[in-house]
C-alpha cells in the first residue's frame, strides 16, 4: 500500500483555482510535517509549501506566496494545497512528501522520507 497519495490535479483555465489533497492511507503522518513540490520536464523539483504536525507552522515559496496556501486536516490525515489565481506557470506535476519530524524548515528534496506518486496540474491561457 502506498504511503502518500496525492489527488485533485487537473486542467484549469488561468485565473481559476484547484485544491490539492494528500492522504496517507497505509499509516498515519498526524506527527509529521508535509510538503508540498512541484516538478516540469524541464526543471529540477521544487518546494512549494510545507505545513507542521500541528498545522500552526507553514512555509510558502515566494513564487506562489499570496496565491498559495496549505492547510491539514488530522480527522482525515490529509494535507491540503489551495491553488489560486492560477497562471500557465503552475503547469507541473505536483508532489506531496513527508518528513518523520513535526517540524522544519529544510525542505531540500533529498531530506524528505516519503514522497507520492504526483498529481498533474495543467493551467491553460
Known amino acids: 500500500q502506498e504511503e502518500v497519495v496525492e489527488s485533485g490535479g487537473g486542467l484549469v483555465q488561468a485565473g481559476n483555482s484547484l485544491t490539492l489533497s494528500c492522504t496517507t492511507p497505509?499509516?498515519?503522518?498526524?506527527?509529521?510535517?508535509m510538503g508540498w513540490f512541484r516538478q516540469t520536464p524541464e526543471n529540477e523539483r521544487e518546494f512549494v509549501a510545507a505545513i507542521g504536525w500541528s498545522g500552526g507552522d507553514t512555509l510558502i515559496a515566494d513564487s506562489v506566496k499570496g496565491r498559495f496556501s496549505i492547510s491539514r486536516d488530522g480527522h482525515k490525515n490529509t494535507v491540503y494545497l489551495q491553488m489560486n489565481n492560477l497562471n500557465p506557470e503552475d503547469t507541473a506535476e505536483y508532489y506531496c512528501?513527508?518528513?518523520?519530524?513535526?517540524?522544519?524548515?529544510?525542505?531540500?528534496?533529498?531530506?524528505?522520507?516519503?514522497w507520492g506518486q504526483g498529481t498533474q496540474v495543467t493551467v491553460s491561457s
Open positions: 497505509g499509516r498515519t503522518f498526524s506527527a509529521c510535517a
Open positions: 512528501a513527508a518528513q518523520l519530524v513535526p517540524w522544519t524548515t529544510n525542505w531540500e528534496t533529498g531530506n524528505m522520507d516519503y
